[in-house]
């Protein structure tokens, strides 16, 4: 018995209904092989893979990934978009306040959406978004060396 193959990403692609092209699979395959990166990272990511993609490409396909949920865009304050692979989980980030390094944090207890509402007003929840803010390690030691 062999174990289960994981998709290709163009297969990935296919899955949602999207158009495969050598950019998306490109696009998929930076996000998924970086840690949290901005519009600029992945477009140089994308552009190391298959050569010039316009940035409004970039914008365009990371929209249109984001939409079919096989790429994450997290927003922390103060901080351009960053997108990441890791999608699916409920899962939620650490900032750090200086260089703006952001890490995943698992859910410490129960099921999505990880944490319940004192007033859901109504809502059918289904997601909890929380970013933790702090210092990095680095950030922290520079802080207290000063």
Same mark, same amino acid.
């Given at each position: 018995? /062999?174990?289960p193959q994981t998709p290709t990403g163009a297969e990935e692609l296919r899955s949602v209904g999207l158009r495969v092209t050598a950019a998306r699979v490109a696009l998929l395959e930076t996000v998924r092989d970086g840690d949290h990166l901005d519009v600029e990272a992945i477009a140089s990511g994308v552009r190391d893979r298959v050569g010039h993609i316009s940035l409004q490409a970039v914008y365009e396909a990371l929209?249109?990934? /984001? #939409? #079919?949920?096989?790429v994450r865009?997290?927003? %922390?304050?103060?901080? %351009? #978009?960053r997108y990441e692979g890791r999608v699916g989980d409920n899962h939620h980030h650490v900032v750090c306040r200086v260089c703006g390094a +952001?890490? !995943? +944090? !698992?859910?410490a207890v129960g099921h999505a959406p990880c944490l319940h509402a004192s007033d859901d007003h109504g809502f059918a929840i289904d997601e909890a978004e929380v970013i933790y803010w702090g210092l990095c390690p680095d950030c922290s030691t520079a802080t207290s060396s000063s």
């Open positions: 018995m /062999t174990a929209n249109a990934l /984001t #939409a #079919a949920g096989l865009r997290i927003e %922390p304050a103060g901080s %351009p #978009a +952001v890490a !995943d +944090v !698992d859910c």
